[in-house]
């Protein structure tokens, strides 16, 4: 690892969360109702039908693979035990800022196969990071349908707070939707248009969000805005990173069931990813569960 190298730890907490928070709120606030009418952010047209729902879902995976990069980047345990703390604590902050979007692709990276084997690194964790980390995943427990993430969400609509929501749960609920009252041409079915109405208009209540109160850091904004992310090499970039966690801690079980021709992986492909920042002369410059496909 370069020492000239700029990395999340290199910028606080709280300004990581607030400038991920100004990113995602750009992206947010450009998702139009026919996109989440049409259902088709899966589908094979998805970008010309519904382009600011993938680019949301974008920010999420790309936020998501960020993370892992970043954690299993330190050859050094301590620091890596630092970069998963760091990782926390800006969890907490998009908490506290109502950035459930960022704040989910975080705990998810976190939990993510290459990490959450890491025991011996989780098991130096601190206590009190720990107990941070387990509360913030309790909001998302999928337990009765998500009813704690979904009473938080109502909860902050109805006080008219700054909100940037884990769209995931939405995008599943209009799925269901459509499934069960699909409207093949003519009158739309009643049920159908009441439900999605319902979505629909709590969705367009976040979107007034402003987070007027943030205010832009240059350094750290272009920094996050340098981090690249190509959707095509997702497979790619997961095969590398779980190589990696195993190079990290050894367990021969998990390193046998792993892909055996290690050779088929391209060194040059994550050149070309590269998902840590690009330098520059100003600054030295990861998934939601309904993926992208197509």
Same mark, same amino acid.
């Given at each position: 690892?370069?020492?000239?190298?700029?990395?999340?730890?290199?910028?606080?907490?709280?300004?990581?969360?607030?400038?991920?928070?100004?990113?995602?709120?750009? #992206?947010?606030?450009?998702?139009?109702?026919?996109?989440?009418?049409?259902?088709?952010?899966?589908?094979?047209?998805?970008?010309?039908?519904?382009?600011?729902?993938?680019?949301?879902?974008?920010?999420?995976?790309?936020?998501?693979?960020?993370? #892992?990069?970043?954690?299993?980047?330190?050859?050094?345990?301590?620091?890596?035990?630092?970069?998963?703390?760091?990782?926390?604590?800006?969890?907490?902050?998009?908490?506290?800022?109502?950035?459930?979007? @960022?704040?989910?692709?975080?705990?998810?990276?976190?939990?993510?196969?290459?990490?959450?084997?890491?025991?011996?690194?989780?098991?130096?964790?601190?206590?009190?990071?720990?107990?941070?980390?387990?509360?913030?995943?309790?909001?998302?427990?999928?337990?009765?349908?998500?009813?704690?993430?979904?009473?938080?969400?109502?909860?902050?609509?109805?006080?008219?707070?700054?909100?940037?929501?884990?769209?995931?749960?939405?995008?599943?609920?209009?799925?269901?939707?459509?499934?069960?009252?699909?409207?093949?041409?003519?009158?739309?079915?009643?049920?159908?248009?009441?439900?999605?109405?319902?979505?629909?208009?709590?969705?367009?209540?976040?979107?007034? @969000?402003?987070?007027?109160?943030?205010?832009?850091?240059?350094?750290?904004?272009?920094?996050?805005?340098?981090?690249?992310?190509?959707?095509?090499?997702?497979?790619?970039?997961?095969?590398?990173?779980?190589?990696?966690?195993?190079?990290?801690?050894?367990?021969?079980?998990?390193?046998?069931?792993?892909?055996?021709?290690?050779?088929?992986?391209?060194?040059?492909?994550?050149?070309?990813?590269?998902?840590?920042?690009?330098?520059?002369?100003?600054?030295?410059?990861?998934?939601?569960?309904?993926?992208?496909?197509?």
């Amino acid at each position: 690892m370069s020492k000239s190298e700029t990395l999340a730890v290199h910028f606080s907490s709280s300004d990581l969360a607030s400038q991920l928070t100004l990113i995602d709120l750009q #992206v947010f606030k450009k998702i139009e109702p026919h996109e989440l009418e049409s259902c088709a952010w899966n589908k094979k047209n998805k970008n010309q039908v519904a382009p600011n729902i993938v680019a949301f879902t974008r920010r999420f995976n790309h936020v998501s693979f960020w993370v #892992v990069e970043e954690v299993l980047r330190p050859d050094n345990a301590r620091e890596r035990i630092d970069m998963i703390c760091h990782f926390i604590h800006v969890a907490k902050r998009l908490h506290d800022l109502n950035n459930l979007h @960022s704040e989910y692709a975080i705990l998810s990276a976190l939990q993510s196969a290459p990490l959450f084997r890491l025991q011996k690194t989780w098991g130096l964790i601190p206590r009190k990071e720990k107990q941070t980390f387990d509360k913030l995943l309790d909001l998302f427990s999928e337990k009765n349908n998500f009813q704690l993430i979904r009473s938080h969400l109502d909860t902050l609509a109805l006080s008219n707070c700054e909100c940037i929501p884990y769209l995931g749960l939405y995008l599943t609920d209009l799925i269901h939707i459509d499934m069960a009252h699909p409207h093949s041409g003519g009158l739309e079915p009643p049920q159908r248009k009441t439900k999605m109405n319902n979505i629909l208009r709590l969705l367009s209540e976040l979107q007034q @969000s402003s987070y007027s109160f943030i205010v832009d850091e240059p350094t750290c904004q272009n920094y996050l805005r340098s981090l690249k992310y190509i959707d095509e090499l997702q497979k790619f970039v997961e095969d590398n990173q779980w190589k990696r966690s195993l190079e990290i801690e050894h367990d021969a079980k998990s390193k046998a069931a792993t892909l055996g021709d290690e050779s088929k992986i391209d060194p040059g492909v994550m050149q070309q990813l590269n998902l840590s920042p690009v330098k520059s002369k100003s600054c030295q410059r990861n998934r939601l569960q309904v993926k992208n496909k197509g």
